[in-house]
């Protein structure tokens, strides 16, 4: 068969795209709230040590799986398996991409609101609004972030629709150095305000009496959505990266990244925190409570207030054109139609759920189930549960099932790179990673 399949045009392209979505709000906007939450440092060191022992493995994993069948991720698995259980590990893939977009189209809704405002001189130098009133008067109307949510979905799918190459690629690779460069000036001018010190400890010195079981379970849970492991957006990705790239330099630099600005935005705002006397802990609203404080205190404080809100848009759309590739690209493979039609159908599904979301925080506030609302059912299924679950089974499939000369073949281009660290991969994907992730998945459901 004549192959027309879409893939990415240079290694540069790739590792932008990917680092597009692992650098998305779980960075900028989760990460730090996290950390807040869980005891600063203590939340970091736990942090990195997952992404490390336990992301970059089934990184590793979920490429060559990708790359090998060159298929969507549901396409991967009923090729592979079309006769064994294995097979619904696509529906699992296609219902955390849903669930993962549709909250996350909420909070970047909120980001778009908050480029708007900044144009608008909402806090700029002087101004004296109440930082906390804007926000939450924001997030419980009725009608304005479901309208950035929709405007942000749109942009998504317009973006998805040009294709791999021409969409995804091209504007991931414009993105992700804007994005790098501008988080760095913001966490330097955050140190240098007074009591900026105090943050920098709260974020560094771990404080391990704080951090519960919870927490850690919270920080592998953020490991898998920061590097967007465990639900098949890299797999699909990686079908698309071409058979002579090096998949293991591709992964380093990827998790690099992802973690560095991770780190990065933490300083951004801990500094700022502590200097405005924001409570670390105060959750989903960190970002939009304390940057623009920072904001207000800078020279040019609306030219950097429209700047880095943008880039958040834009760190955020990196992601979601990812996840929603996951979901048109199995239309498009499985169900033979067209990348157009593939894609107004899929963003019109997340949209719907991503707006039930949304209204979670306003009109729907009472609708609960258990203690959570429909926004915290969304990110805590998602994210600590069928990520941690998918990253279970992508870990079990490559260490037991899948052919191990097929993986090594995979990971050294056929021999042609050396891969000094296939026995240990091997290893954790075998023992360690299951192990690990279910104890913690088990004790965080009250089960273990
Ligand atoms: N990694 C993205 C972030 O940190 C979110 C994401 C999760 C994207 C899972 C794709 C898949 O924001």
């Known amino acids: ?41 203590a939340f970091l060191l736990v942090y990195i040590f997952f992404t490390v022992a336990i992301g970059l493995p089934v990184m590793l994993s979920e490429f060559a799986l990708g790359r090998y069948s060159g298929r969507n991720a549901f396409g991967t698995f009923d090729r592979l398996e079309p006769k064994t259980v294995w097979r619904y590990f696509g529906v699992l893939v296609l219902l955390a991409a849903t669930m993962i977009l549709s909250f996350y189209g909420t909070v970047a809704g909120w980001t778009l609101e908050y480029v708007f405002k900044s144009f608008t001189f909402s806090f700029h130098v002087g101004t004296d609004v109440d930082l906390n009133t804007m926000f939450s008067d924001f997030i419980t109307n009725p009608y ?25 690629e091209r504007y991931t690779k414009l993105m992700m150095p804007l994005l790098f460069v501008l988080i760095l000036i913001l966490g330097i001018r955050a140190c240098t305000l007074d009591g900026a010190m105090e943050g920098i400890k709260f974020f560094f010195l771990p404080k391990f009496s704080e951090l519960t079981s919870q927490g850690v379970l919270s920080a592998l849970g953020q490991a898998f959505f920061s590097l967007s492991i465990g639900m098949g ?38 500094p700022a925190v502590f200097a405005f006397n924001i409570a670390p802990d105060s959750g989903p609203g960190l970002v939009f409570l304390t940057l623009p404080q920072v904001f207000q205190s800078m020279a040019f404080g609306q030219l950097w207030a429209i700047l880095f809100f943008l880039l958040l848009t834009m760190a955020a759309l990196t992601s979601s054109i990812s996840l929603l590739e996951v979901i048109v690209a199995f239309f498009v493979e499985e169900k033979h139609i067209s990348r157009r039609k593939a894609t107004v159908i899929s963003t019109v599904i997340v949209t719907i759920f991503g707006i039930l ?30 990520l941690p679950v998918g990253g279970i089974l992508i870990s079990i499939y490559m260490g037991w099932r899948f052919d191990r000369r097929l993986l090594e073949a995979e990971l050294t281009n056929n021999g042609e790179l050396k891969l000094w660290l296939l026995k240990p991969l091997i290893f954790v994907l075998k023992y360690v990673a299951p192990l690990f992730i279910l104890v913690i998945l088990l004790h965080s459901l009250g089960l273990f």
């Open 1 to 41: 068969m004549h192959n027309t399949r879409d893939s990415f045009g240079s290694k540069f392209g790739a590792i932008a795209a990917l680092a597009g979505s692992a650098v998305g709000l779980g960075n900028i906007w989760k990460f730090p709230y996290e950390a807040g939450n869980n005891g600063g440092g």
């Open 357 to 386: 979301c949304t209204l979670s925080f306003g009109p729907l506030k009472e609708v609960h189930i258990g203690n959570l609302s429909v926004f915290g059912i969304f990110d805590y299924v998602s994210s600590n549960i069928l």
């Open 144 to 168: 304005k972030p479901v309208f950035w949510q929709i405007v942000f979905m749109a942009l998504t799918g317009f973006i998805v629709l040009a294709g791999v190459k021409k969409g995804i």
């Open 233 to 270: 957006v890299l797999l699909t990705y990686a079908s698309y990266i071409k058979k002579d790239e090096n998949l293991t330099s591709i992964s380093l630099q990827v998790i690099c990244a992802d973690t560095l600005i991770a780190v990065l935005a933490g300083i951004a705002i801990f």
